[in-house]
């Protein structure tokens, strides 16, 4: 029996490591997009930002929660 359990753990890691290096490139891809978001909202003046209805200060948090719209809508 455990000649048997030995012989499959491999194959288990195997068969997870795609699942892994998956999340992985989409943590990569997630995070490059929220890079190219922060650099294109601090290239805005305080104007512009205004217009889109955010705040200088709010940016970070914007960038680092992408699924809360800060105008509240």
Known sequence: MSNITASTQPFVLARQAPGFIGRCWNAIQERRAR??????LYGLNGRELHDIGIA???IEHI????EVDPRGI
Request: hydrophobic share 30%; net charge neutral.
């Open 35 to 40: 890079e190219k978001v922060r650099a294109a």
């Open 56 to 58: 200088h200060c709010d």
């Open 63 to 66: 960038v680092s929660n992408p």
